[in-house]
């Protein structure tokens, strides 16, 4: 699929999906699918991963992410040009990086803040929600991490 169809794939996935959330949960509820272990939520992160940095003031700490986001772009697109082009694993890995970076900087533009609504649980003991677009960043950094160890073993 390459590069920038993985990154368009998980984009898709990712702005239908929190769309899907927004439309139909209303927020800070939680939505059982497998009691005792995970839910659908609709909570609004205007920090980093995991609410980091999300009691800093709007007016600088909204700017401040989406620039984090669009540097953060730009050096998944030089790793690709000038690294990732004909390897399918570490593309892939850009790919995934660069689409979930992109889902999540469009929510800081038009929201304000990140939609998570990926709530996994044992008992009262909460993973802190995710989206599709963390999923894709986690995913991409674990092959790009395979595929560096891979080359490195060789």
């Not at 984009?11 to 959330?21: R, V």
Request: glycine share 12%; aromatic share 14%; proline share 3%.
């Amino acid at each position: 699929m390459g590069f920038y169809g993985v990154s368009l794939l998980l984009l898709m996935a990712d702005q239908i999906s929190k769309s899907l959330i927004v439309k139909f949960i209303h927020l800070y509820t939680l939505v059982p699918i497998i009691p005792g272990f995970f839910n659908l939520t609709y909570i609004l992160n205007p920090g980093a991963a995991f609410g980091l940095l999300s009691r800093g003031h709007a007016s600088y700490r909204n700017p401040f992410f989406i620039g984090v986001s669009l540097v953060a772009i730009v050096f998944v697109l030089f790793c690709y040009w000038r690294q990732g082009r004909g390897k399918s694993l570490y593309g892939t890995g850009l790919g995934l990086i660069a689409g979930g970076a992109l889902g999540n900087l469009l929510d800081r533009i038009f929201r304000g803040a990140v939609v998570d609504f990926l709530d996994f649980h044992l008992g009262r003991h909460h993973w802190p929600a995710f989206n599709l677009a963390d999923s894709g960043i986690s995913i991409g950094v674990a092959l790009l991490v395979w595929q560096l160890w891979r080359e490195a073993r060789q």
